[in-house]
């Protein structure tokens, strides 16, 4: 049996030390037979190479066998020793035995009995360390469930969870947690930007980590620290003042001096950005979920391209209305652009879209959640319509559950947008129901190009040469509906989309779709709509 170990020999007596060393590299059972003339020699040894099991005699001079067992001991290498001694007195073998050693042999000793008893001692030694490896790997498994299972709780809190003290109590002691209930404390939520957010999750998760232990480094002279990352992926901390620490400064002044601190210690450190809300501190764990959800509108309203900021919740100025995303509700929107298979245009729309969204202050998370929303809808409502299953068309990121927070920047919403508008394109674009005839795609773009104009049947059919009749009952063939219901759509939402977007005046309005009478444009505009178009634009304006 191989034992893959090394073994050191030790003995003052050169020719039972060779002769051992000759016996044992015979049995090929090690990986290394060292050997050693003195307990200095063997000291030597240890130190430089990972022995495993030592063979000694007790009566050397200099250091005697039991001396070096000792240094051992207090090296606390995680070594099996065996003593040999040619003295069968009782104080060696008492000795011997209140050292721990594995076992005591009597020279001269068997060549047998020693491997013998070599191998018994590897075996205990694989044992112990298989046994020491499993407590390990049991107490990191430990700690890392504990780390889950405390940053689920502050989760929970950050949601409005609510306990009563004394179960609030059984919690975070179960837990190690050192937040009492009633305590003075704050939040702080951070947001991960720059040049990180290009890169994959795990790569992006990294990254974090190292911002939640620069934080604990940063603050922890001062407050005891709790975290965890929150659904829309900013890093929430709880925050407390330290048992014990004394400074004049309140916790909040002292709270205020470091974030700046933190912000520039993650620059030089990781080469990376992140913006900091921070509320004041009040009693733990009542405000909690009035403070985070103050915290987190602030961030949702925050543009991507402003970053490396700093926000107190107590000076913030009062709230402002968001700007409303025009391009998204422009018609024809990528809907009706797909829904007559003018591909190329809904891919130009979508790169219309997004140059709204990047640019002046627009690309906050709310905004980006907007644009998601409304072009997932538009996708389920097409894939839907050619009797499909989303999981058939947007496999990867309908299996993994994309939702609008899995989308940091603009760049990574544009470019599911486009990813998923192909995989669209492929699976429906040919053939299916959506694919209209070039004839209509014709009409649509005559239409939309010369609204303010004369749009009548007679108008179209000569742009494309066809007779009027055989032209409508085309278009009611390919599309099931009369064109000139289209038309009447398609001015209505127009309408509603310049009443909402622009301060055009509502004959200005009337003007644009060609209504040249403004009273029978406002009759159509209620017929569709159940309300006048002013009556429209102050509703709205209201929201």
Not at 69 to 80: M, R, S
Not at 262 to 270: E, G, K, S, Y
């Amino acid at each position: 049996m191989r034992i893959m170990m090394q073994l050191l020999l030790v003995d003052d007596e050169p020719v039972i030390l060779e002769d051992l060393e000759i016996f044992m590299r015979n049995t090929m059972c090690f990986d290394h037979v060292h050997t050693a003339g003195s307990g200095h020699e063997a000291v030597q040894i240890l130190e430089q190479s990972p022995i495993d099991i030592m063979v000694t005699d007790i009566r050397m001079p200099g250091m005697s066998g039991l001396e070096l067992c000792e240094y051992v001991k207090q090296k606390q290498l995680d070594i099996e020793y065996i003593l040999l001694s040619g003295y069968a007195e009782f104080e060696y073998a008492r000795q011997a035995l209140q050292s721990n050693t594995a076992a005591y042999l009597l020279k001269p000793v068997k060549k047998e009995e020693l491997l013998q008893t070599i191998r018994q001692s590897a075996d205990r030694l694989k044992q112990k360390r298989e046994a020491a490896l499993a407590s390990r790997k049991a107490q990191e498994t430990v700690r890392s469930h504990l780390v889950q299972l405390q940053a689920s709780l502050l989760l929970d809190v950050l949601k409005g969870k609510r306990w009563a003290p004394e179960k609030w109590t059984e919690q975070t002691e179960k837990l190690n947690i050192p937040f009492s209930f009633g305590e003075q404390a704050a939040i702080m939520l951070v947001r991960i930007e720059n040049r990180f957010l290009e890169y994959d999750e795990r790569s992006i998760a990294l990254f974090e980590f190292a911002v939640v232990n620069i934080a604990e480094e940063v603050l922890q002279e001062y407050f005891e620290v709790w975290t965890c990352q929150d659904d829309s992926h900013y890093l929430a901390f709880m925050i407390k003042r330290r048992n014990g620490v004394s400074t004049d400064a309140s916790s909040k002044k002292i709270l205020e001096q470091l974030v700046p601190q933190l912000q520039q210690t993650i620059a030089l450190c990781l080469q990376g950005k992140i913006s900091v809300v921070i509320s004041d501190f009040a009693t733990f764990p009542l405000s909690v979920a009035e403070w985070y959800q103050q915290a987190l509108a602030l961030f949702r309203r925050m543009p991507e391209s402003e970053q490396e900021l700093f926000h107190r919740l107590w000076d913030q100025p009062p709230h402002m209305p968001l700007r409303p995303l025009q391009r998204l509700y422009e018609p024809p929107t990528v809907l009706q652009l797909i829904e007559t298979g003018r591909w190329q245009d809904a891919e130009e729309r979508l790169n219309y879209i997004f140059e709204e969204l990047s640019g002046n202050g627009m690309d906050t998370a709310e905004s980006l959640s907007e644009v998601f929303l409304s072009l997932s809808n538009a996708y389920a409502y097409l894939i839907h319509m050619n009797g499909l299953q989303m999981a058939d068309v947007l496999e990867d990121s309908y299996r993994s559950g994309t939702h609008a927070s899995a989308f940091r920047t603009v760049k990574q919403l544009h470019g599911w947008a486009s990813q998923a508008l192909e995989r669209i394109k492929e699976r429906i674009g040919a053939g299916a129901k959506v694919n209209k005839s070039a004839l209509v795609l014709q009409i649509h773009q005559y239409i939309e190009r010369h609204l303010s104009e004369d749009v009548t049947l007679q108008a179209i059919s000569e742009h494309v040469h066809l007779h009027p009749a055989y032209l409508s009952a085309a278009y009611k063939q390919e599309t099931g509906v009369n064109l000139s219901e289209y038309i009447y759509r398609y001015r209505m939402e127009k309408a509603a989309y310049l009443l909402r977007n622009s301060k055009a005046k509502i004959y200005e309005i009337a003007a644009q779709l060609g209504y040249q009478y403004t009273p029978y444009f406002t009759k159509l505009f209620k017929n569709y709509y159940e309300v006048s178009p002013q009556e429209y634009r102050a509703f709205v304006g209201r929201e």
